[in-house]
């Protein structure tokens, strides 16, 4: 076996010959194609109509399997898709560095880009999708540019959509999924600050802000969303705010059930405020079947019920205990 120990072209004539003719010898098409016509001609013959048939295949296969040739067919064949301009907000000019890549914004774009925002694009020389966010903004010869960056994390940020968008061109982010909200933006930035409505649901979650920051109107445009996409929401309003400001909301317990509920928790604290020798059993026993029953039907008959939304709210009751008693039974009800 013959091996070089310099380079090829510092070889002789013959030994770049031969090692160039060595490479197409071993390459697979040549391969392929000296099985492929020994077993024509071996099983036909090289007179026969077959043998003939099957040489137009491999002249066929081998021109199509050109790469250049291979590539022109394939873009004749392919659905291009062009930019839409009420979408795109830009295109790639050139790469600054490995993940940093430097935007043209177009000049018909209809959403406006400011640091810190999010975009989505196609990314034509590694054919891969990218979310990038925006570190800079500039106005260069009458253009407006942007600067791109885009890393492993970032690109686990959201869902992509790269098959409605066209190579190069960068496209506002994100796209929230159904289950997800835009509750407002994070301040200097387009970018929204997102909730997920059944992590919200599922799971306890706190609305903390300073007095007048908006806590309770984020609360109510929150419920109406849930309620909308046909979540029960049960308000526990003890104020009356809530009732007042979401209209078509009723009470989840009638005003009789409540004002039965009200007079046998007034027994009932009537009762335990006794010494214990003097309380009544019986009384006690009856009162608590009065306020679990009242509520229970309560709750099932809302469950059941056409409304998304209902109000828990006090009855008229002026011992702080009692009141406390009243929701206490409330939600301790088993349905």
Known sequence: MWLRNRDLKQESAPAQFFSRLNRQIGRPETIFSAFFLWGAARQFGLNSGQFNALLWFWAIFIVLNIPALAATIENLFKIKKLPDSQLAVGKIFGVQSKNTFLVQLLNDRKQSLRRFDFVEFLYSIDEKEHIGIILDVYLLDQAQWVKVLTTP???????????????DYIYEEPNISDDEYIIGHIPGTNYPAIINRQLAVMHHTAILGITGSGKS??????????ANDGTKVIIVDLTGEYKEKIQGLSSIVSEDDSTNISNA?????????????????RTISDQEEIIKKGFKDSIEAFLKGDANKTVFELSDITNNVTSLDYTTGNFSTDT
């Open 153 to 167: 994390e970032i690109d686990a940020l959201f869902e992509k959509t790269i098959e409605t968008h066209a190579p």
């Open 217 to 226: 109107v984020f609360a109510r445009n929150l419920i109406r969303q849930i």
């Open 265 to 281: 928790i007034e027994i009932l604290a009537q009762e335990n405020a006794k010494f214990a020798n003097q309380r009544n059993p």
